[in-house]
Nanobody, 126 residues
């Protein structure tokens, strides 16, 4: 069993930055790909970014490419999402998740993740 706990969310003005963290307990994340998703009110959960088990490859949604950066520290069992140039449309609950799969096409789909965190709220004011 693994537990994922997100932190770092909050309220920020447009153009600002936040760094989300996802810490795992129970089992190591080092053998797994990790992803970040987000869900705004009334919308489906959508892919934001993913990273392979060793950090060798990263994938991003077009809407965040160039502004967000996913990274990981396997020694700390933690995954990060650095979010810069935030926009009001980035407002959502952000979730991290673990995937036993690999490859860009697999890591963009929620159904390919087996453990999820509880989420952290990010609110961007205009």
């Amino acid at each position: 069993q693994v537990q994922l706990v997100e932190s770092g969310g909050g309220l920020v003005q447009a153009g600002g930055s936040l760094r989300l963290s996802c810490a795992a307990t129970g089992r190591t994340l080092s053998s797994y790909a990790m992803g970040w998703f987000r869900q705004a009110p009334g919308k489906e959960r959508e892919f934001v970014a993913a990273i392979t088990w060793n950090g060798g490859s990263t994938y991003y949604a077009d809407s965040v490419k160039g502004r967000f950066t996913i990274s990981r520290d396997n020694a700390k069992n933690t995954v990060y999402l650095q979010m810069n140039s935030l926009k009001p449309e980035d407002t959502a609950v952000y979730y991290c998740a673990r995937s036993p799969l690999y490859g860009s096409s697999n890591l963009r789909h929620t159904g390919n993740y087996d453990y999820w965190g509880q989420g952290t709220q990010v609110t961007v004011s205009s």
